[in-house]
C-alpha cells in the first residue's frame, strides 16, 4: 500500500512567500478535473464560483447558491490528495450575521472537504474573516477586480487605475493581513500596484491578471486548456486548445454513425450461436 501523500497546508503556502518560492492554483468544479491539477502538482484547487460562468451557464457568479459550492467542492475533495482546496463563498453566504456566516464557512470543511475558504472584499469584509479566522477556518482575500460586486464596479474592468482606487487597494491588503487571511487573489490590478502590494503585506499575493510580482498566479483551468472556443481574457496564456480537438473528436462521431463505420466488429460482444433463442 502506498505511503499517504502529504497535504499542503496553509503553513506551507505562506513559508513559500518566505522562501521566496513561487505558488501555483488552478480551479476545479468536478472529480476528474480535480485529479488532473491535483496529479499536475499545483499547490492550491480553487473550487471558485466561476462554477457558475464555467459550469452552469450564468452570465455572472451572482446567481450560485451554496448548494450549488458545497455540491462542486465534495466532487473536487474527493479528486484531490495533496493540494489546498479552497472553497469560494457565494454571494450572500457571508456578511451575513455571525451565526450564519461562521457555518456557511464551516460547511465547506465539514460536508465539503475544503481545507480553507475565499471571500472578497476589503475593509468592508475584515472583521467577518476575524470571525471565520476565530473559529479555526482559514481563509483566503480577494480583491481588485471582484466578480460578486461586478454591478457595483460597472462592469468587469481593471481596478485600481487611479491614485485614490490604488491607494484603497494597498490599504485593504494591509487591513485583511491584519484581519488574519492567509493569502490574498489580486484581479485585474495594474502589474505596478501589485507589485506593491505584495512587498507591503507578509501574506502571499496570487495574481489573475496582476501581473509577474505576486508570489503566485491562478486561471481558470477552462480557459488554460482552451476549452471555450474564441473566449480568450487578456491575462490567460492557452497551454492547448482542446474545445477544437474535442469538437473534431464529436463530429467524427457523428459522421462514422450516420455512415455506418461505428461501431465497427472489434466493438462488440459475441455469444456462441448456441446459446442464441
Given at each position: ?10 503553513v ?28 499536475a ?41 495533496r493540494?489546498l482546496?479552497?472553497?469560494?463563498m ?9 451565526a ?5 464557512a ?22 467577518t474573516?476575524?470571525?471565520i ?97 474564441d473566449f ?24 462514422e ?14 455469444m ?6
Open positions: 500500500m502506498p505511503p499517504p501523500v502529504k497535504r499542503i497546508s496553509t506551507d503556502i505562506r513559508r513559500k512567500k518566505q522562501e521566496g518560492r513561487l505558488i501555483t492554483m488552478l480551479t476545479a468544479y468536478d472529480y476528474p478535473t480535480a485529479r488532473l491539477v491535483d496529479d502538482g499545483v499547490d492550491m484547487v480553487l473550487v471558485g464560483d466561476s462554477v457558475g460562468n464555467v459550469i452552469l451557464g450564468y452570465d455572472s457568479t451572482i446567481p450560485v447558491t451554496m448548494a450549488d459550492m458545497l455540491h462542486h467542492t465534495r466532487a473536487v475533495s474527493r479528486g484531490v490528495r493540494a482546496v479552497i472553497g469560494d457565494p454571494f450572500l453566504s457571508y456578511n451575513l450575521d455571525r450564519e456566516t461562521l457555518r456557511n464551516g460547511r465547506f470543511l465539514q460536508e465539503a472537504g475544503a481545507q480553507a475558504v475565499k471571500l472578497e472584499g476589503g475593509r468592508e469584509v475584515a472583521e474573516v476575524r470571525v479566522v476565530s473559529a479555526g477556518i482559514p481563509v483566503m482575500g480577494h480583491l481588485g477586480l471582484t466578480p460578486q460586486a461586478v454591478h457595483q464596479l460597472g462592469g468587469y474592468r481593471v481596478q485600481g487605475r487611479d491614485a485614490a482606487t490604488a491607494r484603497r487597494l494597498l490599504e485593504d491588503a494591509r487591513i485583511l493581513e491584519a484581519a488574519g487571511v492567509f493569502s490574498i487573489v489580486l484581479e485585474c490590478v495594474p502589474v505596478e500596484l501589485a507589485q506593491r502590494i505584495t512587498a507591503a503585506v507578509s501574506v502571499p499575493t496570487i495574481g489573475i491578471g496582476a501581473g509577474p510580482h505576486c508570489d503566485g498566479q491562478v486561471l481558470v483551468t477552462h480557459d488554460l486548456l482552451g476549452l471555450y472556443g480568450k481574457p487578456k491575462f490567460v496564456k492557452r497551454y492547448a486548445e482542446l474545445y477544437k480537438d474535442i469538437a473534431r473528436a464529436l463530429r467524427e462521431f457523428r459522421e454513425v450516420e455512415a455506418g463505420r461505428f461501431p465497427g466488429p472489434e466493438h462488440g460482444y459475441s456462441p450461436e448456441e446459446e442464441l433463442p
